[in-house]
């Protein structure tokens, strides 16, 4: 019995094996992707961002919050975003417009007074890279994608944090992107993304870490329901979004128009 028992736990990890080795790099990417994003065409996000800043000197931890919407939608085959603030007050109204590997940004700070000017004209072009609150950048927020952006340079596997991993080590395809090089860990089984190291110039030192604490389910549909981002540049803060509301909604072209996006 004992032996039957071994036997069929070899075959079935040897059958995992075959499974996970099948998969091309490729679909590996397609499928970090559907494991952290839900498929509609058009919906709405809306995330509790906090911000933990630990001080060394007094050893407290200081905590900021802000709410973010992050609206979604197909046009033309691709997806377009923009992000906004329900909250603090002194962020609203600003906005932030995904196209591609495009970003634009709106405050009303930047309107032209006395002026009905297109938004893009006045709209500042930004880095992926550039900082939305806490240590989370408008990349994080808006979810790195991979699939069709970058390539697998390397790969094996790798125990982290008690499970079984893939790592894959990224190489973008566009120099646009914000983060040229990638480490990504992926569960073995189901391929959900565990860990994200994001590299600058310096492709030995990550300046960020993405790790998803949190998966969850919507209408059978799985998501990353928590990131936790890191600086780990300036290593005493940290900043977690929580993803606390998803709707399905047909949402208005003009909203992702660079001309109309930030009306």
């Known amino acids: 019995m004992n032996y039957l028992?071994?036997?069929l736990g070899m075959l079935i990890g040897l059958g995992l094996s075959v499974m996970t080795l099948a998969q091309t790099n490729e679909e590996i990417l397609k499928q970090a992707d559907e494991a952290r994003f839900i498929k509609a065409n058009s919906h709405i996000f809306n995330f509790k961002?906090?911000?933990e800043l630990f001080d060394s000197l007094t050893r407290t931890t200081t905590k900021t919050e802000a709410f973010l919407k992050v609206e979604e939608k197909k046009i033309a085959g691709d997806f377009r975003q923009r992000i906004s603030?329900?909250?603090?007050?002194?962020?609203?109204?600003t906005y932030y417009l995904m196209i591609g590997e495009e970003f634009l940004f709106w405050?009303?700070?930047?309107?032209?007074?006395?002026?009905?000017?297109?938004?893009?004209?006045?709209?500042?072009?930004?880095?992926?890279?550039?900082k939305l609150f806490g240590d989370a950048s408008i990349g994080e927020a808006a979810g790195i994608e991979f699939d069709g952006k970058y390539e697998v340079k390397q790969r094996g596997e790798e125990k982290l944090n008690g499970k079984d991993t893939i790592k894959l080590t990224l190489i973008a395809k566009s120099k646009k992107l914000a983060y040229?090089?990638?480490?990504?860990?992926?569960?073995?089984?189901?391929?959900?993304p565990q860990r994200i190291d994001l590299f600058g110039f310096d492709?030995?030192?990550?300046?960020?870490?993405?790790?998803?604490?949190?998966?969850?389910?919507?209408?059978?549909?799985r998501y990353a329901a928590q990131a936790l981002v890191e600086d780990?540049?300036?290593?005493?803060?940290?900043?977690?979004?929580?993803?606390?509301?998803?709707?399905?909604?047909?949402?208005?072209?003009?909203?992702?128009?660079?001309?109309?996006?930030?009306?």
Request: charged share 30%; net charge neutral; hydrophobic share 35%.
């Open 85 to 93: 603030f329900a909250a603090p007050e002194s962020l609203k109204g």
């Open 232 to 263: 780990l540049v300036f290593k005493n803060q940290k900043t977690t979004l929580d993803l606390t509301e998803i709707k399905i909604e047909s949402l208005p072209d003009a909203a992702f128009d660079p001309n109309t996006f930030c009306k």
């Open 107 to 130: 405050q009303p700070s930047l309107k032209t007074p006395d002026k009905e000017v297109p938004c893009k004209d006045e709209a500042l072009k930004i880095s992926g890279q550039q």
């Open 203 to 221: 492709t030995d030192n990550p300046i960020k870490r993405v790790t998803y604490n949190k998966y969850a389910t919507f209408r059978d549909d």
């Open 49 to 51: 961002v906090t911000q």
């Open 180 to 192: 040229q090089n990638v480490l990504l860990w992926v569960d073995k089984k189901t391929f959900e």
């Open 5 to 7: 028992r071994f036997a």
